[in-house]
């Protein structure tokens, strides 16, 4: 029986040896059909559960490549080792030629090894912040969010791996649902602001309320995975005056990504609503002689 095994191996191989282009192709096509049925199977359990496979589909496709590169370079072994030979002369010259491709094959390495994100979170490289779609050996694929409101702005970024070990990587996942989101009011100094801080303080709040309870636990969970407490729940309200001696009034919020920018607008014209009833009711009180400043 193992007589027969063996007999029969080398039959395959001495086939394989001397049919090296049809044993290619056949590799070629048994792999792409077998990596196309997996991802599809991952994608219809994706739809069903409703769970991001992102990940794992492009696990699968990019060491799917890598295992075949890895048998054809095995099948043509003797080929590749003799047109390296022939090429030694003009190694440097490739390498030079190619050093842009080099580095991004680095880049992927040290993605491989380090895993600083994964498909699916939000990142910042460089300038450049969006959600990771796609990852090959090559560029990192990004569909662009908007820094200021984190909306999608239905843009493609192409970003060269080499830009992993070149520039610094921000992983900004938590920020897909809740986001530290902060913003200024300017007023001429016409008005005291701290008569208004207490009852801007309960709008403020009121306008937080329906997800305080969610926040508290998404909370939770970042500062666990962290390490860290560095986030308040409540909101953040200062008092200062600038260099103009106008005053500013400053608003940190611990709140939903796709509702910062509307809660912005409710609270900016909230203040506003107030800092005009402020000056109107000290213009029936007796007008006012001067600006007031903040003591």
């Known amino acids: 029986m193992n007589e027969t095994v063996e007999y029969g191996w080398s039959l395959f191989l001495a086939f394989t040896q001397s049919h090296k282009l049809l044993t290619s192709l056949f590799l070629v096509v048994i792999f792409m059909a077998v990596k196309k049925m997996l991802i599809k199977v991952l994608r219809r359990q994706s ?3 409703g769970e991001d496979k992102r990940h794992s589909i492009n696990t699968i496709d990019q060491l799917g490549n890598a295992l075949l590169l890895v048998l054809l370079l095995t099948l043509w072994a003797n080929e590749v080792q003799s047109l390296a030979l022939s090429i030694a002369a003009f190694m440097v010259a490739i390498v030079f030629a190619t050093r842009e491709l080099i580095q991004c094959f680095i880049g992927f390495v040290y993605y491989m090894t380090t895993r600083p994100f994964r498909v699916g979170n939000w990142v910042q490289l460089g300038t450049q912040v969006g959600e990771v779609v796609e990852l090959d050996w ?5 569909l662009e969010v908007d820094p200021d409101t984190y909306n999608y702005t239905g843009k493609h970024v192409y970003v060269p791996n080499n830009q992993l070990m070149n520039q610094v990587v921000k992983n900004l996942n938590f920020l897909r649902r809740y986001r530290l989101h902060s913003f200024e009011i300017t007023n001429e100094p016409f008005a005291d602001p701290y008569v208004l801080l207490e009852p801007f303080e309960t709008l403020v709040t009121e306008h937080c309320a329906h997800f305080r309870d969610v926040a508290e ?20 309200i200062d008092i200062e005056t600038n260099h103009l001696a106008k005053i500013v009034v400053k608003i940190g919020l611990f709140c939903p990504s796709d509702e910062a920018f509307k809660l912005e ?3 900016r014209a909230d203040w506003t609503r107030l800092w ?16 007031i400043m903040p003591g």
């Open 265 to 267: 607008q409710k609270i």
């Open 276 to 291: 005009f009833e402020e000056i109107k009711r000290q213009q029936k009180e007796g007008g006012l002689a001067a600006p």
């Open 47 to 49: 739809k069903r559960r």
């Open 217 to 236: 636990r998404y909370k939770s969970l970042i500062e666990r995975n962290l390490d860290a407490g560095f986030i308040s729940i409540d909101p953040e």
């Open 138 to 142: 090559a560029k990192t694929t990004l």
